[in-house]
C-alpha cells in the first residue's frame, strides 16, 4: 500500500474512532462493545498472522512488549468506553490530541529525554489553559467533578505511558506480531471487565447502528487502523506523522456535530483553536525557531 494511502487511513481512523465508540456503546454495554470490538480484530488477526506467516516470538523480552502496548490498548480503550457515556466524542478526540505532549512529559523521567525547551514549555501551558477552556461546559453544574472527564484523562495517561514504556524494549519484530501479541493478553481483560461490571447478553436490544459501529472498530480502528499506522511510522518523518494529531481532533470535532448532534459552544471552539495552536508550538516550534535563527545568520 502506498505510504500516502496509509496516512491518509491513519487519519481517517483517528478522526471517525471517538464517534464510533459513541455510537458503539449508544445501545450496547460498554464492556460489551470494546470486548466485541477487540474479539474481531483478534480473530482477524490470528487469520492475517496465519496468512502472512508472520512468526509470533513468546520469550520474556517479547512479553514485556506485548505488556506494554497491553497497557494503552485496555487502559486506553476501557476509559475511554467509559467516558462516552458523558464526554462528547469531539472532546475526547482533543483530549487524546495531547498524548505527544504527556509522553514527553513521561520520557523525561523513564528514558531520561532532554527537558522541554522553552517554546515546549509555554505549549504545555497554552494546552493546559485549552483545556480548561473545552472542559468548561462539561463542568457546568457539577457540584465536583465529571466522572466522564476523568475517565478520558486517566485513559491519555495509559495510552502516553504505553507509548513510553514500549520504547524501553529493544527487539525487532513485525508490527503485526506486537498487535497480535497484544491483543492476546488484553482480549481476556475485557471479557472478564465484562463479566464483572455488566455480565448481561441481549442482542435483541442492540441497535444496527452500534453493531455496524463495533464491527467498524474492530476491523479498521483495531487492526487495520493499527498495521497503517506502523507503516507511516517506518516510511515517514517523525514530524508528519505527529501532524495526525493536528489533523484529527478538528474532523472529529466536526463529524460529531454534524452526524451525533454534539454541542458546539463557543468556549469548545477557543479551546480547540488553542490546543491545536499548542500541538503546533510543541511539534514544530524549535524547529521554527532554529531555521529563523539560521536565516538571520545567513543574512548577516
Known amino acids: ?30 464492556t460489551m462493545s470494546v470486548f466485541l470490538r477487540m474479539f474481531i480484530a483478534l ?27 497491553a497497557l494503552g490498548i485496555y487502559g486506553g480503550m476501557m476509559l475511554s468506553y467509559f467516558a462516552a457515556q458523558s464526554v462528547p466524542s469531539g472532546v475526547i478526540s482533543l483530549v487524546f490530541g495531547l498524548a505527544p505532549i504527556l509522553s514527553g512529559l513521561l520520557a523525561q523521567r523513564i528514558l531520561k ?16 489553559l485549552g ?20 475517565c478520558v484523562f486517566a485513559a491519555v495517561c495509559c495510552f502516553s505511558l504505553s507509548g513510553v514504556m514500549v520504547k ?33 447478553f441481549d442482542p435483541s436490544s442492540w441497535s444496527q447502528r452500534a453493531i455496524g459501529s463495533v464491527i467498524y472498530l474492530g476491523v479498521f480502528g483495531s487492526l487495520l487502523g493499527f498495521l497503517a499506522y506502523f507503516h507511516v511510522l517506518q516510511k515517514l518523518e517523525a514530524s508528519t506523522v505527529a501532524l495526525i494529531t493536528l489533523i484529527t481532533p478538528g474532523f472529529a470535532i466536526a463529524l460529531g456535530t454534524l452526524l451525533n448532534n454534539e454541542s458546539l459552544s463557543f468556549s469548545l471552539v477557543i479551546g480547540a483553536i488553542i490546543i491545536l495552536i499548542s500541538l503546533g508550538l510543541f511539534q514544530f516550534g524549535d524547529k521554527l525557531i532554529k531555521t529563523k535563527k539560521e536565516s538571520a545568520l545567513g543574512y548577516e
Open 1 to 30: 500500500m502506498p505510504v500516502k494511502v496509509s496516512y491518509f487511513f491513519v487519519v481517517l481512523i483517528w478522526s471517525t474512532t471517538p464517534l464510533g465508540i459513541v455510537w458503539s456503546s449508544d445501545s450496547i454495554p460498554p
Open 43 to 69: 480473530v482477524l488477526g490470528a487469520f492475517v498472522m496465519a496468512i502472512a506467516n508472520i512468526r509470533l516470538p513468546w520469550h520474556g523480552r517479547a512479553i514485556k512488549l506485548y505488556s506494554y502496548s
Open 113 to 128: 529525554e532532554a527537558k522541554f525547551s522553552k517554546i515546549k514549555i509555554v505549549a504545555l501551558v497554552m494546552s493546559v
Open 131 to 150: 483545556l480548561a477552556l473545552v472542559c468548561k461546559d462539561q463542568l457546568v453544574g457539577k457540584s465536583v467533578f465529571n466522572v466522564g472527564l476523568l
Open 168 to 200: 524501553t524494549v529493544r527487539l525487532a519484530i513485525h508490527p503485526m506480531a506486537t498487535t497480535f501479541g497484544a491483543l492476546i493478553l488484553v482480549t481476556p481483560l475485557f471479557f472478564i471487565t465484562w463479566l464483572a461490571v455488566d455480565g448481561t
